[in-house]
């Protein structure tokens, strides 16, 4: 099993950066594929990118390619997403997941392990 803790985010204007980081415990992070998804009130849970468990691989969602950028340390047990161009459509609670798998899977159901969510608001 792996526990993750995701922080780094918080209020910031309309074409500024934040970078989210998600901690993991465990010694097999280096096996776990990653993803960051968000959500927003009423809305499903959205895939936003993912990397491979080597960082060999990354995706990401159409409305995020471009600006944002994910990575991992595997030696920190860490996976970055960094975030440029934010635009107030960002403004969401973040989530890091993790699932033992060699693709990049976009689907909730996917991901067995979760983090609590870190808010982001992006003011314009």
């Known amino acids: 099993q792996v526990q993750l803790v995701e922080s780094g985010g918080g209020l910031v204007q309309a074409g500024g950066s934040l970078r989210l980081s998600c901690a993991a415990s465990g010694r097999t992070f280096s096996t776990y594929g990653m993803s960051w998804f968000r959500q927003v009130p009423g809305k499903e849970r959205e895939f936003v990118g993912g990397i491979t468990w080597s960082g060999g691989n990354t995706y990401y969602a159409d409305s995020v390619k471009g600006r944002f950028t994910i990575s991992r340390d595997n030696a920190k047990n860490t996976v970055y997403l960094q975030m440029n161009s934010l635009k107030p459509e960002d403004t969401a609670v973040y989530y890091c997941?993790?699932?033992?798998?060699?693709?990049?899977?976009?689907?909730?159901?996917?991901?067995?392990?979760w983090g609590q969510g870190t808010q982001v608001t992006v003011s314009s």
């Open positions: 997941a993790a699932r033992k798998s060699l693709g990049i899977m976009t689907m909730t159901s996917e991901y067995p392990f």
